[in-house]
């Protein structure tokens, strides 16, 4: 069958299977573009192609970006179904972890290695931890002028139990030069184009954090496989930085004698202003510094904004905090637009570079409409600012104060 009739077929075929998922025909449908999933089908096709709950919301299919709104981010540990998606190419499939190899080169590594996942497994110690990821952008929807990129809001964090070897023990056995300054990581995503020659990303971290003890070559979550959306069967995870650092079905890591250069290393791409700069302002590449370790922030998980009290001026609220490398020394709450601030009971991390649970209650004097504000501070007296932070180029870092509504009747 020539090209364009196989073409044409396929996407009659896809068409008339989208039709019969929707109930109805798609008016239009041939108009379509290749690849493209209707709305109506994406949720339908997250919670049955990945597992995920289907109040997630979705903010690109192509490629999959989809967020967990704060009120399903309740749990200490964030289920599988409920951990947001943030992909740049697509999702690979047909992998097989029985076959899988993980290359270890680079110029400052002495002995090049080829390792099997199951030697991976068998040859190093194990460990899990607790680890935050969180995306770069997440909040970027609030930045004016508008961002261009992935409208998040708060819910593109997680806080899931990993378990893998340490990188620095892999490292070790590899041999590390003198001259090494950046761990790279490649994996087999392929390119929305396509090309199969293309890199999707390609990003890293200086050597001192690729050789900290929480920083893992992860094979579970939560003491699962790691689900294929979030990286299966190997994936690296580097807890309080931003989350594309953590790449996923990665088959090369790669040690420097530089700072890495692959795709989304360079140009403005996870770097913000080295130096505070005007809403809209247009800087060099030289100006802009590399996105390391994640802001404090916190997020009211309970009760969902919108709370509506009958017969009570009395509400229990409850969150998580973090602060990237840090630790969170406090949190606190108001009601009044942030004039006065209330402390939480704020929990100690199960380990470091997880999030930290706060719990408060919290009294209304009257009826009538209020917000709970949040705001962590964490160990170095850094403070969450009440408003969006700072302007930069790919809305990145928003780390204001998270706030719900609430009506007192």
Same mark, same amino acid.
């Given at each position: ?38 709305? !109506? ?74 390792? @099997? ?9 194990? +460990? ?8 770069? !952008?997440?909040?970027?929807?609030? +930045?004016? %002028? ?9 819910? =593109? ?16 056995? =590899? ?6 300054? +950046? ?57 309080? #930085?931003?989350? @594309?650092?953590?790449?996923? #079905? ?47 922030? @916190? ?33 606190? +709450?108001?009601?009044?637009?942030? =004039? ?14 997880? #999030? ?28 969450? %600012?009440?408003?969006? %932070?700072? #302007?930069? %180029? ?16």
């Amino acid at each position: 069958m020539p090209d364009k009739n196989r073409r044409e077929f396929i996407k009659k075929s896809t068409l008339a299977a989208f039709s019969a998922a929707l109930g109805t025909e798609i008016v239009f449908g041939d108009h379509l573009p290749v690849d493209l999933l209707p709305i !109506g089908l994406q949720n339908d096709e997250l919670v049955r192609k990945f597992g995920k709950n289907p109040d997630l919301t979705v903010l690109n299919d192509r490629p999959w970006n989809v967020e967990t709104p704060p009120h399903l981010l309740d749990d200490p540990v964030t289920p599988a179904s409920n951990v947001f998606m943030r992909n740049n190419g697509r999702i690979p499939s047909d992998l097989d972890p029985s076959t899988w190899i993980l290359q270890i080169d680079g110029e400052s590594v002495v002995k090049p290695l080829d390792i @099997s996942l199951n030697d991976l497994k068998d040859k190093f110690q194990s +460990y899990t931890y607790q680890l935050v990821i969180e995306c770069g !952008g997440n909040g970027r929807a609030e +930045y004016y %002028p508008p961002a261009k990129g992935n409208q998040w809001t708060t819910g =593109a964090v997680c806080n899931c139990e990993w378990t893998g070897v340490r990188l620095k023990d892999v490292l070790e056995e =590899a041999g590390i030069n003198t001259d090494a300054v +950046y761990v790279a990581y490649y994996g087999i995503d392929t390119h929305l184009s396509g090309d199969p020659d293309k890199v999707v990303i390609s990003r890293g971290i200086p050597i001192e954090k690729a050789l900290e003890d929480e920083t893992l070559l992860a094979f579970k979550m939560n003491g699962k496989d790691i689900p294929i959306a979030h990286g299966f069967p190997l994936r690296l995870v580097v807890g309080g #930085w931003p989350g @594309s650092v953590s790449g996923k #079905w990665i088959n090369r890591i790669r040690v420097r004698n530089i700072i890495h250069d692959g795709p989304k290393m360079t140009g403005d791409s996870y770097r913000v202003p080295c130096e505070p700069v005007a809403p809209g302002t247009t800087l060099k590449p030289e100006d802009m510094c590399i996105i390391e370790s994640m802001p404090v922030k @916190s997020l009211i998980t309970y009760p969902k904004t919108g709370a509506v009290l009958q017969n009570s001026g009395s509400l229990s609220i409850r969150g998580h905090a973090w602060a990237g490398d840090y630790l969170v020394k406090k949190v606190e +709450y108001s009601i009044d637009f942030g =004039a006065t601030w209330s402390e939480c009971q704020l929990d100690n991390p199960p380990n470091r570079l997880a #999030w930290q649970r706060f719990s408060a209650r919290v009294n209304f004097p009257r009826a009538g409409y209020y917000e709970v504000w949040a705001r962590a501070t964490d160990e170095r007296g850094i403070s969450q %600012p009440m408003i969006v %932070p700072g #302007w930069n %180029p790919k809305g990145y870092l928003n780390n204001a104060c998270h706030r719900i509504a609430v009506k007192v009747l």
